[in-house]
């Protein structure tokens, strides 16, 4: 066992027999640097990284490597899901360096943590114009010994070239009319109109986009935003990123058709969907929305739910197969003669006709990714519903693929936003129930004593890294969702003390944002990202959180917060709209007020489920009765109800309509 032994995340214990003599990010290792004169091997990834897997078992696990990287470095091992500020300074200087980055990432630095030879998956042996990653190991120790001066140039230029890229501010003014238009029409030259999704090929779900098309839509009735944002749900939903035995979504699809995934299931990517597809079907009612959203949270709550009632960050992309070699994506696809064995002949030619498996496979070595592909005309409901149940049961029988336990604060904000709401549209207490108990979790455990949020936590203790921006903006987000669908103020109480966390420890004077607090640990640059990738960056989570909070409670300081961050909405989302999809998303709520909707009446009553359905962006909802509601939410206090009935108040831009009692006049205020 290494120095590896003992902590809490699911990655770096993969890690802790290797030969190599790995230490956790730390002051200890750079010392350790140091003391020894030698350079620093830094390796991230995570745990359902299939690459990284692959790295590990081909290089990291063998005797001669590890002493070899033993005797002439001090190797650190970083889980990039739980320290996400170390990932984001370092892939900043691979990508300025090579033009590409991913995992997993491969960083020679100096003893001061200064970077100056970069990469990322290093095979054994020479291949394709890439060296081997032992000759890589080679030529770094003989420029270490040899070329000092020469090494000492390049880290110090590249510090230097870090540090000049942070954002003074965060743009001229809040993002317009003019520039949602523009984002709209740039989306428009990158939607693929054959198979829906933005660019080529690999193509990532675009959840944050499409959300920021729904709220467009809603908000302006174009009916090209919204032809995009259900194309799009509709084509992933058929494809082969979306498990169609068992519910929830894939990473990526490797092609533009969506058929083949890279099999690995993260919590976030699962989060974002489900609430896209929640908001989808409020959208048009569409029952292949509705499907999708439900099966995506029964997917979450039956394979991510952790045992303390949070959720698990993500199942790999590999696990054994016959032949016990851990191979990608075997636990999903199938071959004709495996459906044969499950189903019998008939059955297997239907279902083999149904899920598009054929003799030649779209996957490897003969085998089919599931996927709808729409060419077989109607079909037997019930008969599929069976063939379904008895794959998925036959499934069920195969080594599953590993699960990192961890807890991230962040993505646990998402699963509880989406839990809430898809709960509360589709009538399903059950899935309420889970978000709260998540919500719980976090509160209990990853705030804790200390009033500051973890960033992780494993079996019910806490890690030992402080949370960056997203944490504080997805668990605020988190919270206000279920506000909104409980009626339990706590939870906006909750919100308010993250967001005024964010204000005095991730707000620059000029409005803009840090991704690490002002007395967090020192890197070579502070950490800064407001561009969303497969999440909500920090920057945009928080200007989200923090209109919506505003909305709730009418705090000025909150919404010049908010309108401050997304001064870099107004800059990068005409030029990049795919990259700042949640950001223009929020810009949408902020042109439309956001609308303040109070109910004066019981929690789950018709107004209140009235108000939840509205499809106003980013609108806010509070209800209650009694004398004790105005403490719950400020939005309640002086709305009584009208001739004793349960009525509903809307206001935006401090200007309020007249109070109903009717749920379809409510309906209508807000675009129901």
């Not at 470095?73 to 990932?87: G, T």
């Not at 032992?134 to 070329?147: F, K, N, P, S």
């Not at 693929?401 to 962040?410: E, L, S, T």
């Not at 960056?468 to 668990?475: A, N, R």
């Amino acid at each position: 066992m290494n120095r590896l032994a003992g902590v809490t995340s699911p990655y770096l214990l993969q890690h802790a027999d290797n030969p190599v003599d790995w230490w956790p990010w730390g002051s200890e290792a750079f010392e350790e640097a140091k003391r020894r004169d030698v350079p620093v091997l830094l390796s991230v990834g995570y745990s359902a990284c299939h690459w990284c897997h692959v790295m590990a078992h081909e290089s990291f696990e063998d005797e001669t490597v590890a002493a070899y990287l033993n005797a002439h470095f001090v190797p650190v091992k970083v889980d990039r899901e739980e320290r996400p500020d170390v990932d984001a300074v370092y892939m900043e200087a691979v990508q300025a360096a090579t033009g590409h980055g991913g995992w997993p990432m491969t960083v020679f630095l100096t003893a001061d943590a200064e970077p100056f030879y970069f990469g990322t998956y290093f095979p054994p042996e020479a291949r394709h114009g890439s060296p081997s990653f032992q000759q890589v190991l080679e030529g770094v120790v003989a420029a270490w010994t040899d070329r000092r001066e020469e090494v000492a140039e390049v880290a110090g230029r590249i510090v230097a070239d870090l540090a000049g890229r942070s954002l003074v501010h965060g743009g001229d003014g809040v993002p317009g009319e003019q520039e949602t238009a523009q984002a709209l029409l740039g989306l428009t030259r990158e939607y693929d109109e054959q198979h829906g999704g933005f660019g080529g090929a690999p193509k990532f779900p675009p959840s944050m986009a499409v959300e920021f098309l729904l709220r467009h839509y809603a908000r302006t009735g174009s009916e090209g935003a919204l032809q995009m944002a259900a194309d799009t749900c509709s084509a992933m939903a058929r494809g082969g990123i979306y498990d169609q035995l068992g519910g929830g979504f894939a990473r990526y699809s490797v092609d533009r058709e969506w058929v083949v995934p890279h099999f690995e299931k993260m919590l976030y990517d699962n989060a974002l969907l489900c609430r896209v597809y929640a908001h989808l079907w409020r959208t048009t009612g569409s029952d292949e929305a509705r499907r999708i959203a439900l099966e995506t949270a029964d997917f979450m709550v039956r394979e991510l739910r952790t045992a303390e009632g949070g959720f698990a960050s993500a199942l790999d992309a590999d696990s054994e197969d016959a032949d016990g070699r851990h191979v990608e994506g075997t636990f999903y696809v199938w071959t004709p003669g495996q459906l044969r064995e499950v189903l019998g002949e008939d059955d297997a030619a239907f279902a083999a006709a149904y899920f598009g498996v054929t003799e030649e496979g779209t996957f490897e070595e003969g085998a089919s990714v599931l996927r709808l592909p729409g060419d077989t005309g109607p079909v037997d409901a019930a008969r599929v519903a069976d063939v379904r149940a008895r794959l998925l049961a036959a499934r069920e029988e195969r080594p599953r693929p590993g699960r990192d336990d961890k807890v991230v604060a962040a993505w646990n904000g998402l699963a509880i936003a989406a839990l809430a709401e898809t709960g509360a549209y589709f009538d399903r207490p059950d899935l309420v129930e889970r978000a709260t108990e998540a919500a719980d979790l976090l509160v209990r455990v990853h705030l804790g004593e200390v009033a500051r949020l973890t960033r992780t936590s494993k079996d019910g203790r806490a890690g030992d890294n402080a949370g960056v921006l997203e944490d504080y903006g997805d668990v605020a987000e988190g919270f206000l969702a279920l506000a909104a669908v409980t009626g339990e103020g706590a939870w906006l109480e909750f919100a308010g003390f993250l967001l005024d966390i964010v204000l005095e420890q991730f707000t620059g004077e000029g409005g803009q944002l840090y991704d690490t607090a002002h007395d967090a640990e020192q890197l070579i640059r502070r950490p800064q990202d407001p561009t969303d990738s497969a999440t909500p960056s920090g920057w945009t989570a928080a200007a989200g959180a923090l209109l919506s909070y505003a909305a709730y409670t009418g705090s000025e300081a909150h919404r010049t917060a908010a309108e401050g961050g997304l001064g870099v909405v107004k800059a990068l989302g005409p030029r990049v709209p795919r990259f700042v999809g949640w950001g223009l998303a929020v810009a949408e709520a902020l042109l439309d007020g956001p609308r303040e909707v109070a109910v004066a009446g019981p929690v789950g009553g018709e107004l209140h489920r009235t108000a939840l359905l509205g499809r106003a962006p980013g609108a806010v909802v509070a209800a209650g009765e009694g004398p004790g509601a105005g403490a719950e939410f400020p939005l309640l206090v002086d709305r009584p109800q009208v001739g004793g009935e349960p009525t509903a108040y809307v206001c935006r831009h401090f200007v309020c309509d007249a109070p109903t009692t009717d749920a379809g006049e409510l309906a209508a205020k807000l675009g129901g």
